[in-house]
């Protein structure tokens, strides 16, 4: 049972433009998660999905950001005009729901906006 | 909504000596509370976990402590090991009907001196 699955490792992008990371969950998890972590600021909670739905998106920036989860395929973290200040850790995380809160979390995505 | 607060942000020990981590939390509503170990460069992993009607659960040198009334929580490793050095987070959430949400700490880096 492979782990959850995020691509790119690394994705560098300019000011401006869009930046689009992939999540897939471990096979039979339905909630999706996606955290942001700077250094010394811990795991930030942004969204909250499940299949085909946006559960919570109250950590999430109500502009450029958004969110989605498929009924096929992976998660999407969207970020249109990336700014220097979206550079971060993003991590995503996924759990079967349903009385299993474990999270497993994904290796990362590194976002460099220059 | 949850705010989670964790001490110390850095602990420095001896190998074989014992460590404590520190947690608050402040919604007495939350009734789980993960603890997870992140290496460097690595994924968030979760260690151990405490449900609300547990006031300590142990996994062979880790413990959790949990006190309801004072909304506080903590880890304890004893017999710390150089490869216990890490970034410890923990979280609060609140678990009902199939979704939460868990808040994280800032995290606390531990290094442990051979």
């Known amino acids: 049972n492979a782990g959850v699955m995020q691509n790119p490792r690394h994705l560098v992008r300019r000011r401006g433009q869009e930046a689009r990371l992939r999540c897939s969950p471990m096979k039979g998890h339905s909630h999706v998660y996606w955290y942001r972590q700077l250094p010394e600021e811990g795991l930030k909670f942004m969204v909250y999905?499940?299949?085909?739905?946006?559960?919570?998106e109250s950590g999430m920036p109500k502009e450029r950001f958004s969110a989605e989860f498929p009924k096929e395929g992976p998660s999407i973290l969207r970020i249109q005009q990336v700014v220097r200040g979206d550079s971060a850790a993003y991590f995503c995380a996924s759990s079967p729901g349903i009385r299993n809160e474990k999270l497993f979390f994904g290796s990362g995505t590194q976002l460099s906006v220059l | 909504g949850e705010n989670v607060e964790q001490h110390p942000s850095t602990l420095s020990v001896q190998e074989g000596d014992s460590a404590v981590i520190k947690c608050t939390y402040s919604?007495?509503?939350?009734?789980?509370f993960p603890w997870y170990k992140q290496e460097l460069g690595k994924r968030p992993q979760l260690i151990i976990d405490i449900r609300s009607n547990v006031g300590e659960k142990k996994d062979q040198r880790i413990a959790v402590t949990l006190n309801k009334t004072a909304k506080h929580f903590s880890l304890h490793i004893t017999e710390t090991q150089p490869e216990d050095s890490a970034v410890y987070f923990c979280a609060a959430s609140i678990s009902s009907g199939g979704s939460y949400i868990p808040t994280f700490g800032r995290g606390t880096s531990l290094i442990v001196h051979p």
């Open positions: 919604d007495s509503a939350s009734n789980y």
């Open positions: 999905l499940q299949k085909e739905n946006i559960i919570d």
